[in-house]
């Protein structure tokens, strides 16, 4: 049974950091695709970063470029996202994704394209 276990979530204040990290098991993503999804509230999921085998660097979405890092340890299946200059609109649930497959660039942003998914951890931004 494979399983993306998420952890590091909280409650923070704007411009703080964070680090949030995601374990897998029950099958190796060293040659897939591994990534963070988020979800605020009323809204849709969305597309936060992403890193595939094989590349130099990961793929961000514009609204986080800059401010978060995303990071993969193929030895030990783990993929993390720091998180710096938090901001408000950052609140949301965090969700670590993956899929065994090198997705195409065009698919890397659609959730719909990674097989697992793990429960989410809450990320708030507030004063």
């Known amino acids: 049974q494979v399983q993306l276990v998420e952890s590091g979530g909280g409650l923070v204040q704007p411009g703080d950091s964070l680090r949030l990290s995601c374990a897998a098991s029950g099958r190796t993503f060293s040659r897939g695709t591994m990534g963070w999804f988020r979800q605020a509230p009323g809204k849709e999921r969305e597309f936060v970063a992403a890193?595939?085998?094989?590349?130099?660097?990961?793929y961000y979405a514009d609204a986080v470029k800059g401010r978060f890092t995303i990071r993969r340890n193929n030895a030990e299946n783990t993929v993390s996202l720091d998180m710096t200059s938090l901001k408000f609109e950052d609140t949301g649930v965090y969700y670590c994704?993956?899929?065994?497959?090198?997705?195409?660039?065009?698919?890397?942003?659609?959730?719909?394209?990674?097989?697992?998914w793990g429960q989410g951890t809450q990320v708030t931004v507030s004063s």
């Open positions: 994704a993956a899929d065994a497959s090198r997705l195409i660039l065009s698919s890397l942003r659609s959730g719909a394209n990674y097989d697992y």
């Open positions: 890193f595939r085998y094989g590349d130099s660097n990961p």
